[in-house]
């Protein structure tokens, strides 16, 4: 067992023997403990609309087309609200930094994207929040489109996404969105290439065009669900072209899961790009959210273990590969991020959550919840453990 020292918000000692020595001492009582888990890809815009959209018809496009028409009456407000009941379902599951994609359009104008920036305020003792904003009506059909992400980028968006799949014309929506990425120096992260037909992917243009203005390592894609229907040789072929390329692949299994391969019916693929293999090749990859309660995803609870585990479970990962998924969550996705002084060592930013599990394989198998955090040194939530009321005679 190893306690750890934090000096302001650093970890400064990691050892045993070190209890009797601080002002303030928290005994965990031998649990796990975890640096705060990164969730590189979430929507917390459009998180909680069950209530107003109870059946969207099925599939991405019934989502996409259900959440466009509540756009419209979105409030700064009400995307508030929304998001903070997201964000602190999170919070209290362990998660300590994230990236919200932000929608800009026409439809929703910057208000949604003023509420992010009001929640990262208003969070920031307990969790770093990146907001990536895009386009996810398409952008090169409407010039006020590429108006308001410039705005965005001007007025405090950390970076910079891209949805070409929905966009009239794809190519010159990459092109554009590379071209404001070098102007503004932010990363990048595309939604991409989000179905099961491999005839076709904009991948391989996305790794050229990464190397093109040499943003190797700020590039980043979610979904890349293609990937779980390629050959083998097709598939190494694509790993090594990411890896070359630096750009890190997002799996998404809760709304890859539920949207993908509904044509196949009780046959259907799982529709999951599997990033452990990618992983294995030297690709930067993490496993992430996405979609909370809403037409895209219908369910989530905030937990980022429980995601991972569904990944596992549907990977066919077992106990020898839960240190690799939790690397999902955790530092891989730190490194997907650019977080720097990630992790549990000497001289790490101290954000830690303790979990209600004794070793590492239990936490994770059995999707262990977390009972506190440390944000920077500093308690930032608790969560006590479930306790059993055995009856008194
Ligand atoms: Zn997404």
């Avoid at 390592?217 to 390629?230: F, N, P, S, Y």
């Avoid at 030297?282 to 895209?296: I, R, Y």
């Avoid at 002084?341 to 979990?355: E, P, T």
Wanted: overall charge negative; glycine content about 10%.
């Amino acid at each position: 067992m190893q306690d750890i020292a934090v000096r302001q918000d650093r970890i400064a000692a990691i050892g045993p023997g070190l209890a009797g020595t601080a002002i303030h001492e928290e005994d965990v009582g031998g649990r796990v403990v975890l640096p705060g888990l990164v969730d590189t890809h979430i929507h917390l815009d459009k998180s909680c609309l069950l209530c107003r959209c109870r059946d969207a018809g099925g599939g991405l496009k019934g989502a996409i087309a259900a959440v466009s028409g509540l756009k419209r009456a979105f409030t700064t407000e009400d995307v508030y609200a929304r998001g903070a009941r997201t964000l602190e379902r999170a919070i209290t599951q362990g998660t300590m930094f994230m990236r919200a994609h932000v929608e800009l359009d026409p439809l929703v104008g910057l208000r949604s994207f003023e509420a992010m920036k009001r929640l990262k305020r208003d969070y920031a003792f307990a969790i770093d929040l990146s907001i990536c904003v895009f386009p996810q009506e398409g952008m090169t059909h409407d010039p006020e489109v590429e108006g308001l992400l410039t705005q965005a980028l001007a007025d405090g968006a950390d970076l910079l996404g891209g949805c070409p799949y929905t966009d009239a014309d794809p190519s010159l929506q990459m092109e554009r969105i590379f071209a404001l990425a070098v102007a503004h120096d932010v990363d990048l992260d595309f939604h991409l290439d989000f179905d099961l037909d491999p005839a076709w992917s904009h991948l391989e243009e996305i790794c050229r065009r990464t190397m093109a203005a040499g943003w190797q390592g700020r590039v980043a894609v979610g979904h890349a669900t293609k990937l779980a229907v390629l050959d083998d040789a097709a598939l190494e072929r694509m790993i090594a072209l990411l890896a070359a390329a630096g750009v890190a692949v997002t799996a998404l299994p809760a709304t890859d899961l539920y949207l993908n391969g509904r044509d196949r019916k009780h046959r259907a693929p799982r529709g999951v790009a599997p990033v452990h293999l990618l992983a294995d090749g030297g690709v930067t990859v993490s496993v992430a959210t996405n979609n909370v309660l809403n037409p895209f995803t219908p369910f989530g609870d905030g937990s980022l273990i429980r995601i991972a585990n569904l990944y596992a479970n549907l990977m066919h990962l077992g106990p020898e590969n839960f240190g690799e998924c939790i690397d999902t969550i955790s530092t891989g996705a730190a490194r997907l991020m650019r977080i720097a002084d990630y992790g549990i060592m000497v001289g790490g930013r101290a954000d830690l959550i303790v979990l209600d599990a004794v070793d590492e394989a239990d936490a994770f198998g059995g999707i262990a919840a977390p009972v506190m955090g440390f944000k920077r040194g500093r308690k930032s939530f608790v969560r006590p453990a479930a306790v059993l009321m055995r009856s008194q005679t």
